[in-house]
């Protein structure tokens, strides 16, 4: 089931205030991360994947964190991370903070500061605007953003000052100048999305 996306820039960025300050009550703070919401546009969303987006997001988190540890680059996280972006609380499927940013683990709940790169993977319940929220926070924070659809076997590839780049099936997914070197072929991905067939 594919999720009909708006472009991004049809979704101001919100809550734009320095990053590095939390300005979600305790409560929620502590709420949101024990029970795997987001804080968005101020509302608490459930961060469920379904198993075709939840595999497909372990495999591209498998294949990221192999290339970053052998090229010593940085830090890669899974689904239970937790960023905090704008006074929001993001846990993308996947994150990449480089080892200039981030030499040693946080050890805090919400990471303080933007990762370099968020994997989002669609599952077929994501709200469009919500995601697309997310993705212009992301890159108003200097975030790259690869948004993942299972649904119709498409890639989006955010850069902060550059147009989207989608790529579809029989092409490649690239680190570009962030993870250089690093390809995955988008067959790779979504071999098995639809069950084998």
Same mark, same amino acid.
């Given at each position: 089931?594919?999720?009909?996306?708006?472009?991004?820039?049809?979704?101001?960025?919100?809550?734009?205030?320095?990053?590095?300050?939390?300005?979600?009550?305790?409560?929620?703070?502590?709420?949101?991360?024990?029970?795997?919401?987001?804080?968005?546009?101020?509302?608490?969303?459930?961060?469920?994947?379904?198993?075709?987006?939840?595999?497909?997001?372990?495999?591209?988190?498998?294949?990221?964190?192999?290339?970053?540890?052998?090229?010593?680059?940085?830090?890669?996280?899974?689904?239970?991370?937790?960023?905090?972006?704008?006074?929001?609380?993001?846990?993308?499927?996947?994150?990449?903070?480089?080892?200039?940013?981030?030499?040693?683990?946080?050890?805090?709940? *919400?990471?303080?500061?933007?990762?370099?790169?968020? &994997? =989002? #993977?669609?599952? $077929? @319940?994501?709200?469009? !605007?919500?995601?697309?929220?997310?993705?212009?926070?992301?890159?108003?924070?200097?975030?790259?953003? *690869?948004?993942i659809d299972p649904?119709?076997?498409? &890639? =989006? #590839?955010?850069? $902060? @000052?550059?147009?989207? !780049?989608?790529?579809?099936?029989?092409?490649?997914?690239?680190?570009?100048?962030?993870?250089?070197?690093?390809?995955?072929?988008?067959?790779?991905?979504?071999?098995?999305?639809?069950g084998g067939e």
């Open positions: 089931m594919a999720i009909q996306m708006t472009p991004p820039e049809s979704v101001p960025v919100v809550n734009v205030e320095p990053a590095k300050r939390d300005t979600a009550p305790l409560a929620v703070r502590d709420t949101a991360r024990e029970s795997g919401t987001e804080l968005v546009l101020g509302k608490m969303i459930g961060v469920v994947s379904n198993d075709i987006s939840a595999e497909i997001g372990m495999l591209i988190g498998s294949v990221v964190t192999i290339f970053v540890r052998q090229h010593k680059l940085g830090r890669v996280r899974g689904a239970n991370a937790g960023y905090v972006i704008y006074g929001e609380r993001y846990m993308p499927d996947i994150s990449f903070v480089s080892k200039q940013r981030m030499p040693r683990p946080a050890n805090s709940d *919400w990471v303080p500061l933007a990762p370099d790169l968020a &994997v =989002e #993977v669609l599952s $077929p @319940g994501d709200d469009s !605007r919500d995601v697309r929220v997310k993705i212009a926070n992301y890159l108003s924070a200097g975030s790259a953003v *690869w948004l649904g119709v076997k498409e &890639v =989006e #590839v955010y850069m $902060p @000052g550059a147009p989207v !780049r989608r790529l579809t099936m029989g092409e490649t997914l690239d680190g570009g100048a962030l993870l250089p070197g690093f390809s995955l072929p988008l067959k790779l991905i979504f071999e098995d999305a639809d």
